[in-house]
């Protein structure tokens, strides 16, 4: 199992929006809508930013939001704010309770 | 208010054993699945083990396969992460999660260190 694809680094400037992108395969990304998305601070334990795809726990901004097309999920934080910089992780299912996280994409605020 | 906190962590020689715990509060922890998820200094996350509510089935990575066990004691409300043969590339902060479904976390603690010395 090869861990999900995501760009290294993405940029933006406050108040622009940012997209990361998470491409896997038929088998897992292409397949389950149970894609979930995490964000990092340094030193920091993750916190869940997504889970199903496009689903936003309580507590989290809807400046945030998930999308999927085939086998490609996307992360899109709208309006940015200096606090969104951290690390963002995606993570899919992928069949019999396993999961696959991505490598993992730093968003720099400028 | 939901916790989970790991303990266990510290330095250990090649082909060693070390046992995690991961203590609950704050939820009804046996109507739940738990994770275990590592990360490796400066490296990204890794999704190590998922155990069923009430420990009947178990799913591991190939990484960690007939090496690490993870198992829970539901009377305890506490996780546990029995590493055996340990390898270098096992150092890592181990993570304990809350699983929904076993399809993603949503509370994680603050992890606990392994270093896989000599």
């Known amino acids: 199992q090869s861990a999900l694809t995501q760009p290294r680094s993405v940029s933006g400037s406050p108040g622009q929006s940012v997209t990361i992108s998470c491409t896997g395969t038929s088998s897992d990304v292409g397949y389950y809508n149970y894609v979930s998305w995490y964000q990092q601070h340094p030193g920091k334990a993750p916190q869940l930013m997504i889970y199903d795809v496009s689903g936003r726990p309580s507590g989290v901004p809807d400046r945030f939001s998930g999308s999927k097309s085939g086998n490609t999920a996307s992360l899109t934080i709208s309006g940015l704010q200096a606090e969104d910089e951290a690390d963002y992780y995606c993570?899919?299912?992928?069949?019999?309770?396993?999961?696959?996280f991505g490598g993992g994409t730093k968003l720099t605020v400028l | 208010e939901v916790q989970v906190v790991e303990s266990g962590g510290g330095l250990v020689q090649p082909g060693g054993s070390l046992r995690l715990s991961c203590a609950a509060s704050g939820f009804t922890f046996s109507h739940h699945w738990m994770s275990w998820v590592r990360q490796a200094p400066g490296k990204g996350l890794e999704w190590v083990a998922n155990i069923k509510q009430d420990g009947s089935e178990k799913y591991y990575a190939d990484s960690v396969k007939g090496r690490f066990t993870i198992s829970r004691d539901n009377a305890k409300n506490s996780l546990y992460l029995q590493m055996n043969s340990l390898r270098a590339d096992d150092t890592a902060v181990y993570y304990c999660a809350r699983a929904e479904q076993g399809r993603y976390s949503d509370y994680w603690g603050q992890g606990t260190l392994v270093t896989v010395s000599s």
């Open positions: 993570c899919s299912y992928a069949g019999s309770y396993t999961l696959l």
